[in-house]
C-alpha cells in the first residue's frame, strides 16, 4: 500500500524492535525533560534513570500482550498468578505500580 508507514528493524530479537521504537537519545530525552518538569513542580527529590524509563516502558508493553483483570495481580504473592518479569522490576505499593521503590 502506497504512502503507509513502516518500520524496518534489523535484528532477530523482540528487544531490537522495542530499541528501534526508544532509541537511547529518545531515552535520554524523556529522562531529562521529566526530571525537568519534576523541579518545575517542586519535586526537587524526584529520581529517574534511563533504565528505569526503559523498564516502565517494556513492562507496560507487555501488560498490553498479557492482561490480568485486575492490575494488582501482577504483583500477586500467588506463584501461579504473580509475573517475576513485572514484579521483580517494578516494586508495588499496595498494589499500585511505582517507577522507584522509594
Do not use: C
Request: charged content about 25%; proline content about 5%.
Amino acid at each position: 500500500m502506497q504512502g503507509s508507514p513502516s518500520v524496518n528493524v534489523g535484528g532477530q530479537y523482540t528487544v531490537d524492535f522495542f530499541l528501534a521504537l526508544f532509541p537511547e537519545s529518545l531515552m535520554n530525552d524523556i529522562v531529562f525533560e521529566s526530571k525537568r518538569y519534576a523541579v518545575k513542580q517542586g519535586k526537587d527529590h524526584f529520581k529517574l534513570e534511563v533504565d528505569d524509563l526503559r523498564d516502565f516502558l517494556g513492562i507496560n508493553l507487555i501488560m498490553t500482550y498479557i492482561r490480568y483483570p485486575q492490575i494488582q495481580l501482577y504483583w500477586s504473592s500467588d506463584d501461579s498468578l504473580r509475573m517475576k518479569l513485572i514484579a521483580d522490576n517494578m516494586p508495588a505499593y499496595d498494589g499500585t505500580p511505582s517507577l522507584t521503590s522509594e
